[in-house]
């Protein structure tokens, strides 16, 4: 919200500085995030004073004028505008002077005329639209004086961040009335003392309003014969400090008194409603309805209305309607000045997706029992600047009295929660400053009722706060609380502790990777193209954009798309992880979706770094699948794991599913060429996912057991075996597993060989044997090595070489 | 052949006075290894004198196998000393070793700066005594709003634009809901930190429709203000530096009361303003910048999990992890983060433990 501080000043006389108020305001909880000056570019501007003003020498329609600006000579200047006259004070842009839109003012020859400066327009100003003519100043003014001095604009405006529940700060008495509090000063109620101007004539409208919840107070005044026509120069600046475009009086005023005491007004061109009735009624049914701005907007039913005796003429505590709006042959003017439920007001600009001045106050809630004041203040200055008749009376139709509340309050208990070094009187001091009402009670609390303007204070709780507030928090001494938690474990984990998918990450940056983080929502394309199955989706229902419609099912769109950019950025050699959650649809879950866990990694490029003694070589399944193998053994659990050929994943080529206890839980392969394209890769890719959350049960009641070795020496033996296409080494170490040989300790592949126009595999493996009670001889190991060979033989359809 | 020890020992003498003679012609560790066969291989020339032993004398054997023994330590020693010679030799020629060559280069894991920080944070807490809590991504309206005090129709919601999944299912736009999961399912004490994604219906050059947020509370009998102020202090000081200023004031959330937000002196101009001459960008020249919000837990978040306001009080805080490493790191685009281009991610070699 934008508050000018010299408007704040007429409501409370604060003398210090500047700085010292933001501080203030600040630490009030009025966050000032900016101070500026709304009129900053017109800052090299000053008055001049027309001494003579005679025709162009050599064109008819400019003039030559001599300008004096207090600086000893007068200036020759060039003025192309009907209304520049011998005698005005004006606004003129000396020579390197700026104006709006950064332009310079240079010294210029104009139909053979030197020119020293520019006589300006207000629009050329930013001060309004007017551009008929030159500006002309009014008032005794030193010429040389500058513009916004001269014009006493509001030069000091704060940008303060209002937080949802300071709705009655959303005006300067708002603000005016917490300085007041914080420094003491008096607070100076803006003139709205009425009833001396009113004539003998009655304001009589009969209001009808439907529900007493959605607008418990409606008031009208009327003025008749009021003169439309452009407010006085020094409300138009205001406006235009504040950031609303002065359009004529009678909205300017209520704009005005917006801004000024907070509370929305609408006028109505009397003479333009039919019958002369009002009504506050829902739509009830969907409807039409162009609101002021010209739009037309479509309405649900239970938008609520400011009715005529046959249509709609205001979309209630939004925006007037278009119809009746005020305009420059207006005589009789209807002056609203309502409450209306908070709730309903959101719920409808939320639904057209409007925010007005107006409807961003009625949200948070404007204060019912000011009301009377705010409609006479603006019915007192349409009558001084418009001249209006202001009928008697208000018509007042209030189904719902404004209720104050009763706060049972303990200062000791603000004082023990705020950790603070005060008396009781203290506390209740600083509510009293606050506008409330303090009664003492039997049982030695108090009765506070905050001012109808306050209302956010409806519990303790909020009046702790208040004194806090005042209090400064900053003076709140820090201590540190001893911690006195329960000695049982977790209170609340989804899937796996937080320090398990910790571990994992900092096993894929041992290995070498590096963590990517990327978003949880894709493009649905992206899941289909990948191969997903769309009935599992999580759609998002207000995507900021078609990339980030649906939730993935697929965690590795992260890093493929990851190495898509570095790719782009000609960086090489990625090796790219992430753990982040996929989602699924699941009819069981109390959100409708199953989050699950999920490691995913990606290889591209070369296997090792670019040195003088590695080999070229690129990355391929083996080293991805080593990994995964690698993060199961650290765990424990390597035995579970198992790895079957799938063609189940269309963008895996030489794809295999990764399963524990016969359950899948990922895959692993290389992407295939036909994907390549879309994620720009050039080279290979490996690619793997694995559900965390399943590798977590399967670990988390793992404990390490140590096993005693054996001391006696192990005995080598190598074996070479020719097999077919086909028969893959699973096969081949089951049936070494099955042949139960008794010393045999462990197997090693060692060497693996395809001869040139061959499809059979040579195959070197490396038993060790071993027994735990003695060492054994050549002979007996040569014995047992030459019958497992047998029994290969026997078993499957491998010979020796 | 020898007959009698006095031979013996003048062949062990010939032996010795040949062996320094050959020693002194030696100039390669391979002809020192000859010369050692020689002299003391299975059938080298002491062997041969030492055949003679069981020849002499039953009185004499003693004294002559001591002195064979003697001679050869002797050699033994010469031609270790003479090794040692030929090695600095060896060592002091030119070579081809290189030793300035790179040396067999490994490739550099990185955490993201993103788990780094959240890491650090939550080390801290962990330090002071909480629990790390998770929870679902996806939450319900109740949990991320309803239960926190935001009702539906209320401003309050307008300070997180959501993105719903429908109606009442949305992607949590605070770790917020963590307060509430953690606090039905434990009574109370409770000091639990909740670090975690969480989205929100915006996207420009400061918003990114996913970021990461810590959420921290703490709930006991008599937990004020005061402690508030200490433990944020604390940790500000811990994760910053002992020096940073930490200031609190006013603000507003719906489900704490009294709010505040917490601002650190800026770490990019140490609170000054201005870095060199120039006006600090990262603090608009106001020597403070906004790291979290916090307040006392509000008594119908309380309510909402069947705590009693009266008995117990407690605090909550959460705060955006990007801007604490954009901070702490001088990130200066937000986007970066989620690009994870290389040549960013390779700023982040090292590892919190």
Redesign the interface.
């Known amino acids: 919200m934008l508050l000018s501080v010299k408007w704040l000043k007429e409501i409370t006389p604060y003398e210090g500085e500047v700085n010292k108020l933001a501080h203030v305001l600040?630490?009030?909880?009025l966050?000032v995030e900016?101070i500026f000056n709304p009129f900053e570019e017109i800052s090299d501007i000053i008055v001049g004073y027309v001494v003579e003003c005679g025709k162009h020498p050599n064109a008819d329609k400019l003039k030559l004028c001599k300008v004096d600006i207090a600086q000893g000579e007068l200036l020759d200047v060039v003025c192309g505008a009907p209304n520049v006259e011998k005698g005005q004070l004006i606004a003129f842009a000396p020579v390197g002077a700026k104006l709006p839109g950064n332009i310079k003012i240079k010294k210029a020859k104009i139909r053979g005329q030197t020119s020293y400066g520019m006589i300006c327009s207000e629009m050329e100003l930013g001060l309004s639209d007017d551009h008929s003519g030159i500006m002309v100043i009014k008032g005794n003014i030193q010429p040389g004086t500058k513009l916004i001095d001269a014009l006493d604009l509001d030069t000091c405006v704060f940008d303060i961040g209002m937080?949802?529940?300071?709705a009655d700060c959303l005006s300067v008495l708002g603000v005016a009335r917490e300085v007041a509090a914080y420094f003491d000063l008096p607070l100076n109620i803006p003139p709205c003392d009425v009833e001396k101007f009113e004539q003998e004539k009655k304001c009589e409208i009969p209001i009808e309003i439907e529900d007493p919840d959605d607008c418990p107070l409606y008031m009208a005044r009327i003025l008749e014969d009021v003169k439309i026509k452009p407010s006085p120069d020094w409300m138009k600046y205001r406006l235009v400090a504040m950031g609303v475009r002065p359009i004529n009086n009678v909205v300017d005023i209520t704009n005005y008194v917006l801004l000024e005491l907070g509370h929305p007004l609408h006028g109505f061109d009397m003479d333009l409603l039919k019958g002369h009735k009002i009504r506050v009624q829902r739509a009830k049914k969907e409807l039409e309805f162009t609101t002021l701005d010209g739009k037309q907007r479509r309405l649900s039913k239970d938008a609520l209305l400011i009715w005529d005796s046959e249509r709609p003429i205001a979309l209630a505590g939004i925006m007037g309607g278009y119809e009746s709006e005020i305009n420059e042959n207006t005589k009789n003017v209807l002056l609203e000045c309502a409450i209306f439920s908070?709730?309903?007001i959101?719920?409808t600009a939320r639904r057209l997706g409007i925010s007005t001045e107006a409807s961003y106050r009625f949200?948070?809630g404007v204060d019912q029992l000011g009301a009377e004041n705010v409609i006479n203040r603006a019915a007192y200055l349409i009558h001084r600047f418009g001249g209006g008749q202001i009928l008697k009376g208000i018509s007042k139709n209030e189904p719902k009295k404004f209720k104050l509340k009763n706060i049972p309050f303990r200062p000791k208990r603000a004082i023990?929660?705020?950790?603070?070094d005060a008396k009781s009187e203290y506390c209740l001091n600083i509510l009293n400053r606050l506008g409330c009402e303090i009664l003492p009670t039997d049982d030695g609390k108090y009765q506070v009722t905050p001012p109808s303007f306050r209302l956010d204070l409806e519990?303790e709780?909020?009046l702790?706060?208040e004194v806090?507030?005042f209090y400064g928090?900053?003076k709140?001494?820090?201590?540190?609380?001893r911690?006195?938690?329960?000695a049982i474990?977790?209170?609340?984990?989804?899937?796996v502790?937080?320090?398990f998918l910790?571990k994992i990450?900092?096993w894929?940056?041992?290995?070498?990777?590096?963590?990517?983080?990327?978003?949880?929502?894709v493009d649905k394309d992206e899941l289909i193209f990948l191969g997903e199955d769309g009935s599992e989706f999580?759609?998002?229902?207000?995507?900021?954009s078609k990339d980030?419609d649906t939730?993935r099912t697929l965690v590795v769109t992260g890093v493929l798309n990851?190495l898509k950019?570095?790719i782009h950025?000609f960086?090489q050699d990625?090796?790219?992880f992430e753990i982040?959650?996929a989602?699924y649809k699941d009819l069981y879950s109390?959100?409708?979706?199953r989050?699950i866990n999920k490691l995913t990694m990606a290889l591209h490029g070369n296997r090792?770094?670019?040195?003088?003694?590695?080999p070229r070589q690129s990355w391929d399944f083996y080293d991805l699948k080593g990994m995964v193998e690698n993060l199961f053994k650290i765990l424990g659990i390597y035995d579970k794991l198992k790895l079957t050929s799938t063609n189940k994943y269309n963008f895996l080529d030489k794809g295999a599913e990764i399963l524990i206890n016969n359950i899948e839980i990922g895959f692993l392969g290389t992407l295939r060429k036909k994907y390549h394209k879309q994620y720009h890769v050039k080279t290979g890719v490996v690619l793997a996912e694995l559900d965390i959350d399943k590798i977590y049960s399967e670990y988390k009641d793992k404990q390490i057991q140590f096993i005693a070795w054996s001391k006696y020496p192990p005995v080598f033996r190598d074996m070479t075996i020719v097999c077919p296409e086909g028969l893959t080494y699973e096969e081949i170490r089951h049936c070494l597993e099955s042949s139960k040989s008794q010393l045999l300790e462990e197997v090693d592949l060692i060497d693996l060989y395809i001869p040139e126009n061959s499809q059979e595999k040579r195959i070197t493996l490396r038993m060790t044997y071993r027994d735990p009670k003695r060492t054994l001889t050549d002979r007996e190991v040569d014995k047992v090595h030459s019958n497992l060979g047998k029994y290969l033989l026997e078993h499957l359809p491998v010979r020796f070489p | 052949m020898v007959r009698n020890a006095k031979e013996f020992l003048k062949k062990l003498e010939e032996l010795k006075s040949k062996f320094s003679e050959s020693i002194g012609k030696i100039n390669s560790i391979k002809e020192l290894e000859e010369l050692k066969v020689k002299f003391l291989g299975r059938k080298g020339e002491l062997a041969k004198i030492m055949k003679a032993l069981p020849g002499l004398a039953k009185e004499d054997k003693p004294m002559a196998g001591k002195a064979g023994n003697e001679t050869k330590n002797w050699i033994e020693d010469l031609l270790a000393q003479k090794k040692e010679i030929l090695e600095q030799t060896e060592m002091s020629k030119p070579s081809s070793f290189d030793h300035t060559l790179p040396g067999r280069e490994i490739w550099s894991g990185s955490l993201h700066p993103i788990t780094i920080t959240i890491q650090e944070i939550c080390s801290v807490f962990v330090s002071l005594g909480y629990e790390i809590v998770t929870g679902p991504e996806i939450e319900t309206d109740f949990y991320n709003f309803e239960a926190l005090n935001i009702p539906k129709d209320h401003p309050a919601r307008d300070m997180q634009d959501t993105l719903y999944i429908s109606d009442n299912i949305l992607l949590r736009t605070h770790t917020s809901p963590l307060q509430i999961r953690t606090m039905l399912n434990t009574k109370p004490p409770v000091a639990a930190i909740a670090p975690g994604k969480v989205y929100r219906r915006d996207s420009d050059l400061t918003h990114s429709p996913m970021f990461h947020q810590i959420e921290g509370f703490l709930v006991d009998k008599d937990v004020n203000m005061g402690d508030l102020r200490g433990t944020l202090t604390y940790f500000v000081q811990h994760i910053f530096s002992k020096d940073t200023k930490v200031r609190f004031r006013p603000s507003f959330f719906p489900f704490t009361e009294p709010s505040a937000e917490v601002d650190i002196s800026c770490v990019i101009c140490n609170g000054t303003g201005f870095v060199g001459n120039e006006p600090c960008r990262v603090c608009k020249q106001t020597g403070f910048v906004e790291i979290l919000g916090c307040g006392l837990i509000d008594p119908k978040v309380f309510e909402s999990v069947g705590y009693d306001p009266e008995a117990y009080s407690g605090f909550a805080f959460g705060l955006g992890v990007e801007r604490v490493a954009m901070l702490k790191y001088g990130i200066n685009d937000l986007r970066l983060f989620f690009e994870n281009d290389t040549r960013f991610l390779n700023q982040f070699l090292d590892f919190p433990v």
């Open positions: 600040t630490m009030l909880g966050e900016e937080t949802p529940n300071r908070p709730p309903l959101r719920r949200e948070r023990s929660l705020l950790s603070i519990r709780i909020d702790v706060e806090g507030r928090l900053e709140i001494p820090a201590t540190l609380p911690i006195t938690k329960s474990g977790r209170t609340c984990t989804h899937g502790p937080y320090e910790y990450k900092q894929a940056r041992g290995l070498g990777l590096q963590e990517c983080v990327t978003y949880s929502f999580v759609p998002v229902a207000n995507p900021l980030q939730m990851a950019t570095n950025n960086n990625i090796r790219l982040a959650r989602f109390e959100t409708g979706v989050e090792y770094p670019t040195n003088w003694s590695l």
